[in-house]
Nanobody
């Protein structure tokens, strides 16, 4: 049974930092794309970032977090991280990790998917709250 478990959320002040973790289990994720989404109150879930399986991994971010958030992964620990810095109140949301078999290869153009429907497995989510 595939399982993704997020941790590391909490309360931070604007300008502060948090690091989210997502531990995967239940199968091999060696060639899986790992992604992060978030859902703010009253809003639809939106794509935040993705990271590919190879090293050094290719990444992609939504425009509003580019330069502030950094995705990374430790394949030996089957763990994906999302470092959140320069947090803003509008970053307040439940953050989810998700995964799907990768359609990208190191020597080819990155195939980016920001759609929820493209991801097969999801974590339960972790709350991030940013205060002013």
């Amino acid at each position: 049974q595939v399982r993704l478990v997020e941790s590391g959320g909490g309360l931070a002040q604007a300008g502060g930092s948090l690091r989210l973790s997502c531990v995967a289990s239940g199968r091999s994720f060696s060639r899986y794309t790992m992604a992060w989404f978030r859902q703010a109150p009253g809003r639809q879930r939106e794509f935040v970032a993705l990271i590919e399986w190879w090293t050094p991994a290719a990444t992609y971010y939504r425009e509003s977090v580019r330069g502030r958030f950094t995705a990374s992964r430790d394949n030996t620990k089957v763990t994906t991280y999302l470092q959140l810095t320069e947090l803003k109140p509008e970053d307040t949301a439940i953050y989810y990790c998700a995964t799907r078999p990768s359609e990208s290869r190191p020597s080819s153009a990155l195939k980016i998917s920001v759609r929820e429907i493209d991801y097969d497995y999801w974590g339960q989510g972790v709350q991030v709250t940013v205060s002013t």
